[in-house]
């Protein structure tokens, strides 16, 4: 199995930065691609960011010009620089990865607990 660990978050005020990290551990072969999303209190859980091991990024439109995902493959590790944080970016962030672990020919699809993020003056 696969362990997906987020760090990282805490409380900032608008217009701080952050720096999220999720580190995937365990029966690992490859890892197609790392994402971040985020779930406010009462709203769905939303995409915010993909990297793909080879490198290339799609964001959702609200965090555009001030998120910027990266990644690790040597470390099986990703980050999410979170710059010009707004209110309405307070949420809990997840961590997710699509994975190809030993002995199985299936992709395999894994969560991280999950970190809180609180944007607030």
């Known amino acids: 199995q696969v362990q997906l660990v987020e760090s990282g978050g805490g409380l900032v005020q608008p217009g701080g930065s952050l720096r999220l990290s999720c580190a995937a551990s365990?029966?690992?072969?490859?890892?197609?691609?790392m994402d971040w999303y985020r779930q406010a209190p009462g709203k769905q859980r939303e995409f915010v960011a993909t990297i793909t091991n080879a490198g290339s990024t799609n964001y959702a439109d609200s965090v555009k010009g001030r998120f910027t995902i990266s990644r690790d493959n040597a470390k099986n590790t990703v980050n999410l620089q979170m710059n010009s944080l707004k209110p309405e970016d307070t949420a809990v962030y997840y961590c997710?990865?699509?994975?190809?672990?030993?002995?199985?020919?299936?992709?395999?699809?894994?969560w991280g607990q999950g970190t809180q993020v609180t944007v607030s003056s």
């Open positions: 365990g029966s690992i072969v490859n890892i197609h691609k």
């Open positions: 997710y990865a699509v994975v190809d672990i030993v002995g199985s020919s299936y992709q395999q699809h894994y």
